[in-house]
């Protein structure tokens, strides 16, 4: 995985540094019993996610190759195949 740099982006390492602190501070609020602080840690999850994403879209994830073609065959050739 490492080869084809796999999550080696800023939008990858931003938005699972931004998940990670959410999951801290509600694996942290679970033993303080505080519904408030868990909440806000999971909310912290989800902002991870979308900032990794809008980061993606912006430009800083990973560039599409262009050595490569895609990965998934058209619908028309899968029922081809699927149809012998």
């Known amino acids: 995985m490492s080869a084809a740099a796999h999550g080696h ?29 868990v909440v806000a840690g999971l909310l912290l999850v989800v902002v991870g996610g979308v900032v990794g ?8 994830g990973k560039q599409p190759s262009p050595h490569f073609a ?8 899968r029922a081809v195949v699927g149809a012998g």
Request: negative net charge.
């Open 70 to 77: 895609a990965a998934a065959p058209a619908a028309e050739e």
């Open 9 to 37: 982006t800023p939008a990858a390492w931003t938005g699972v540094t931004i998940a990670f602190i959410g999951f801290t501070v509600s694996g942290v609020a679970m033993i303080i019993p505080s519904p408030l602080l």
């Open 53 to 60: 994403k809008a980061m993606a879209m912006a430009g800083m």
